[in-house]
Each structure stands twice: as structure tokens, then as C-alpha cells.
């Protein structure tokens, strides 16, 4: 059992065996839903682990089920447990707060990035550049609050039970000089530092590649230190991003993951490359501006 206990990752368990003991006791959600007074779509986001169950909900639920003994105790008690607050719940305004809280009960990150540095991996001055940009409307202290609790994400990355992370870049990530110069010397020089840790590996997906797997879009793939818990992909959006869960959909994704770190430079080029892309950046002598016709 991994050390970061996360409740969001105790409601997807609960909602999960939940569902397995209404399945074998071949009761529908229909059913259950009219004898707890409640609508099936209530029965439906707690299996799903999109709302939190009351420890009387389960208890009832469970005894609908046949379920009693020592594994409805258990049960009743990750329900406790699920319902109380990550340290990311301050911020919820602000993040994905699932998405956070799946991140801190990993024990693998998998992800590709397209545009810009993950937030695991950003200095403080990248992150803040880049949410102005991104963000235009929001205030100083909304960018700032975003700022931070980026930066506290990324203790998951040196505390004892910490993540395995392997991010592949596009290349383009390194060539948009995010913040100006200054800036993206000090986010490309972080990259070197981070990936110095055992638990970091990191490539780029060079231009000259051409076509690839992952042109749909950037993508992160959530992996459990629990069998009963399976891999979640976060698929990331303009409103936010969308959770798969179905089988093939986490088949697809790990065949695309697979193919584009096949594609990618070896990490340890990647590294070099990253380390003299900083002392000489590309986008210093890359023309600037329209291109002409």
C-alpha cells in the first residue's frame, strides 16, 4: 500500500467493489436505488467513483448485498476514509482536483506533452509565464495559488515513496521560449537537474520524426501500486481533460505510449540535447515574425 494516501483513489476502490457484490448478487441499480430512497444515478457515480458514499449508504448498500462481517466493516471504513479532504481540497477552484488525487496515490506516471513543460517538472517563473499566457483573464493572486500548488505537486517526486515518472517531450516544448529567454534557460536547466533522479526518465520527440502515435493530443497514463486499482488515462482538454478507464481505451493508450518513447531520442541523448539547448537555445537563431510568401 503506497505511504500517500489519497481519497480520491479510496472513492474509485469503494465505488469498484461496490459494484462487484451488487454484480454478484444480480441486483440492479434500479432495484437498490428504490430501497435506499435515492436515484440510480446516485448508484451509478458511487460505483463509478465520482461521488463520495456516506458510511450509511454503504452499510445499507452492503446488507442489500448479502455483505456483512468483517468486509463490510472494512468497506464502511474506506468510505470514512474517502470522504476526507486531500491536501489539494484548498485549491479545488483551481485544479482538476480527481486528476490531483489520482497523481498523488501513483506509484507510475507515464505522459506525453506536446506544448509545454508537465507541471511536475516546471519552475516556478515557466509556470508562472505560462498560466498568464494561457490565462489572461486571471488575476495576480489566481496566477500565483495556481503557481503554488504546482510546486507543491512536486514533492512527489524526492519524498521517500516517491512516483516513477517518464515523460516524453515534443520538441516543440523546448523550442517556444516560455517567459523569454531567461526564463526557459532556467525550465530546460531544471530538466536536466530532475532528470538526475532515479526515479525520472525523460525523452524527446524530435521534429524528424515526422508523423507519430501521439499527434491526437498529450496524454498522461496513472498507474496503482494496488492490483484492484487499473490504470486511468487523463486525456487533457481546453475545459479540462477527460478520465478513460475502459480496457481498450488503456490498451490504446499504452500501444501509443510505447510507440512514441520508441520513436523519442534515448534518454541520456535527450539530457544532452536538453543541456545545450540551454546554452544555446533554437530560438535564437530561428527567424522571428510572419514567414514571408
Known amino acids: 500500500m503506497s505511504e500517500r494516501h489519497s481519497p480520491t483513489i479510496r472513492r474509485r476502490r469503494l465505488g469498484a467493489e461496490l459494484r462487484r457484490h451488487r ?9 437498490v436505488a428504490e430501497r435506499l430512497e435515492c436515484s440510480a444515478s446516485k448508484i451509478s457515480r458511487i460505483e463509478t467513483g465520482h461521488t463520495t458514499a456516506t458510511p450509511r449508504d454503504v452499510r445499507d448498500m452492503l446488507l442489500i448485498y448479502g455483505v456483512s462481517g ?14 476526507q479532504k486531500g491536501w489539494w481540497h484548498p485549491y479545488s477552484t483551481v485544479l482538476v482536483g480527481s486528476f490531483v488525487g ?3 496515490a501513483a506509484s507510475s506516471i507515464r505522459t506525453y506533452e506536446q506544448q509545454v513543460v ?25 496566477v500565483q495559488q495556481r503557481v503554488r500548488v504546482r510546486i507543491d505537486r512536486q514533492s512527489l517526486l524526492t519524498q521517500d515513496d516517491s512516483v516513477d515518472l517518464w515523460v516524453v517531450l515534443d520538441e516543440a516544448v523546448l523550442s517556444r521560449p516560455v ?15 530532475v532528470a ?10 524530435p521534429f524528424s520524426v515526422g508523423a507519430h502515435a501521439g499527434m491526437d493530443g498529450t496524454f498522461t497514463i496513472l498507474s496503482f501500486p494496488e492490483a484492484g486499482d487499473p490504470d486511468v488515462v487523463y486525456a487533457e482538454n481546453a ?18 505510449f510505447d510507440h512514441i518513447r520508441a ?9 544532452a540535447q536538453i543541456a545545450k539547448l540551454a546554452e544555446e537555445p533554437l530560438w535564437k537563431w530561428r527567424p522571428s515574425g510572419p514567414v514571408g510568401t
Open 23 to 31: 454484480d454478484a448478487a444480480r441486483i440492479t441499480i434500479e432495484v
Open 70 to 83: 468483517t468486509e463490510s466493516d472494512e468497506l464502511v471504513q474506506i468510505a470514512r476514509e474517502a470522504r
Open 102 to 104: 489520482l497523481e498523488s
Open 118 to 142: 508537465p507541471g511536475l517538472l516546471e519552475t516556478e517563473e515557466y509556470a508562472s509565464a505560462m498560466i498568464r499566457a494561457a490565462r489572461p483573464d486571471f488575476t495576480a493572486d489566481q
Open 179 to 193: 517567459g523569454g529567454d531567461a526564463v526557459m534557460r532556467g525550465q530546460l536547466k531544471r530538466l536536466v537537474e
Open 196 to 205: 538526475e533522479l532515479p526515479n525520472v526518465t525523460l525523452q524527446i520527440l
Open 239 to 256: 475545459t479540462g481533460g477527460l478520465f478513460l478507464e475502459k480496457s481498450d481505451e488503456l490498451q490504446k493508450y499504452n500501444f501509443i
Open 263 to 271: 520513436a523519442a531520442t534515448r534518454p541520456e541523448e535527450s539530457i
